[in-house]
């Protein structure tokens, strides 16, 4: 069974880039989509986008300019940074499996069906 | 983007009763080459991550009640809980992935025992 585990600094000052890591385990990182979402206090999920364990990424067009994601297959991990943070930032910040169409090698993104807990990221000075 | 707005924001439903949540995107979400609907349902209880309950409008996924029920084509989408247990409590919401640029959700619908 797959399971998901996100990491890294809970406080990130503004301006600075927030970095967190999605460590798999229980299945290969090399097949289906991977993704990174976000959830303000209070507030409903957003999508910030995802990756192909090639390297191939879609990112939220509204976060686009700040977001890179990459893959490590050798660690199982893939991982988020979002850059020139600001208070807005602040959220639940979570990793998700998304299904895809495997039949066509994964050229459809799907629903997401397996999640991490989630890690709260905190920005302020 | 495909804005997906669902109602109503809040719920309360005595237990054993039904519930019904809508959700209505203001594209529709329908392949007609496949005809399949691109809208998922997931549950967030309080303190956790979401969880998948229903894929393909209406596919439940795996290990999911069967009193949850999807339903809905094209713009107008239904989630159903037949009979509300106190387990269901939670804030459920709405996704398309008809359009991946960008994946988007509903505001979420808030539901409480009366």
């Known amino acids: 069974q797959v399971q998901m585990q996100e990491s890294g600094p809970g406080l990130v000052k503004p301006s600075e880039t927030l970095s967190l890591t999605c460590s798999v385990s229980?299945?290969?990182?090399?097949?289906?989509?991977w993704s990174w979402l976000r959830q303000p206090p209070g507030k409903a999920l957003e999508w910030i986008g995802y990756i192909y364990y090639s390297g191939s990424t879609n990112y939220n067009p509204s976060l686009k300019t700040r977001v890179t994601m990459s893959a490590d297959t050798s660690k199982n991990q893939f991982s988020l940074k979002l850059n020139a943070v600001t208070a807005a930032d602040t959220a639940v910040y979570y990793c998700?499996?998304?299904?895809?169409?495997?039949?066509?090698?994964?050229?459809?993104?799907?629903?997401?069906?397996?999640w991490g807990k989630g890690t709260t990221v905190i920005v302020s000075s | 983007d495909i804005v997906m707005t669902q109602s109503p924001d809040s719920l309360a439903v005595s237990l054993g009763e039904r519930a019904t949540i809508n959700c209505k995107s203001s594209?529709?979400?329908?392949?007609?080459?496949?005809?399949?609907?691109?809208l998922a349902w997931y549950q967030q209880k309080s303190g956790q991550p979401p969880k998948l309950l229903i894929y393909?409008?209406?596919t439940r996924e795996s290990g999911v009640p069967d009193r949850f029920s999807g339903s809905g084509s094209g713009t107008d989408f239904t989630l159903t809980i037949s009979s509300l247990q106190a387990e269901d409590v939670a804030v459920y919401y709405c996704q398309q992935y008809y359009s991946t640029l960008p994946f988007t959700f509903g505001q979420g619908t808030r539901l409480e025992i009366k």
């Open positions: 393909w409008a209406s």
């Open positions: 594209q529709s979400i329908l392949d007609s080459s496949n005809d399949n609907n691109y």
């Open positions: 998700a499996r998304v299904m895809c169409d495997f039949w066509s090698a994964c050229t459809h993104a799907y629903h997401m069906d397996v």
């Open positions: 229980g299945g290969s990182i090399r097949s289906y989509f």
